[in-house]
């Protein structure tokens, strides 16, 4: 069984990059569409990423690294197993340049050569412990929670989410979905995690999903899918080079993907974790040092206090436990 890995990277240090952003935005602005300089800025951790991968995960088979075109300055261009993937290689060319993630996440299955079943990495997801490739796929599905959560904020990204469930509930009957995968929904292997899919078990219309923030696996097909069903929506949407309410996300994908039953029961939170660094960076670098899961997400904020201190504590604990450079650095 083949997999892949699928990482998106930007670096906004790049004068070219910056201009290019000038030029379609004006500035860095957190009140338009979330565009802030910790949605962007990289501070030198992507080298733990790839050292993790090659000391925990070998056995992946590519990773598809995904920039504009860019490409840190110490990485082995040559390396076998890194494909490097532009914008352009597989988006649409009137949706480019592209400042959104969302838009740039949904046509991921069009990347040349990417396997049918492959995990998706932002470039703050970092496996930090050894893992198989059983932790992401059992007898070729992926593992997932298949669980509500609930959702009434007022935030960008909770409307996208409920844009998601909107589409999933004219497109699935929750009823009967819960009933044929009774056993995926009610394990008890979800623990408190399935609290309000119990109590939500009689009402007509799915609610949003749990939706882990770390490494995702999908399927191909998948992708494949909701775009024959939702294309005209997905093309419209497109057209967002900035995030936008009227969005959909990633997690569309996840949602449909289990109402399919195209997924194994799992609970994702018993070796995941993110870490929002503005309240947990503390928490977060003690979780890296002791190897505490096998992925976590450092989750930035531009509120983060004492934030080259945080950085420092980040670097010095990720050296602890990947001090050796992997074959993809120079």
Known sequence: MDIDFVITWVDMNDPEWQKEFAKNSGKIDNTKNEVSVARFRDY???KYWFRGVEKFAPWVRKI????????PDWIDANHPKIKFVNHEDYMPKESLPCY????????????PDLTERFVYFNDDFFVINHITPKRFF???????????????????????????????????NKKEIMARDHDKWFTEAYGSKARLTRMLSFYDKFVTLRTPHNAQPYLKKTFEEVWDYAGDELT???????RSPKDYTLELFKTWQICQSNFMAYNTYNDTKMFPLVFKSGKAIKAVRDQSYSLVCLNDSEYIMNFEKTMQGIQAAFESI???KSSFEK
């Not at 598809?64 to 490409?71: A, D, I, M, S």
């Not at 992926?142 to 509930?169: E, H, Q, T």
């Not at 419209?236 to 900035?242: A, L, Y």
């Open 322 to 324: 990947l001090p050796e």
């Open 100 to 111: 959104n993630s969302n838009v740039i996440e949904i046509y991921m299955h069009r990347i």
């Open 138 to 172: 059992t007898e070729g599905l992926p593992n997932d929670i298949a669980a509500f959560r609930m959702n009434f904020g007022f935030s960008l990204w909770n409307k996208c989410l409920r844009n998601n469930i909107r589409l999933i509930n004219k497109r699935f």
């Open 64 to 71: 598809h690294f995904v920039t504009c075109g860019q490409k």
């Open 236 to 242: 419209e949407m497109s057209k967002h080079r900035f």
């Open 44 to 46: 030198g951790f992507l």
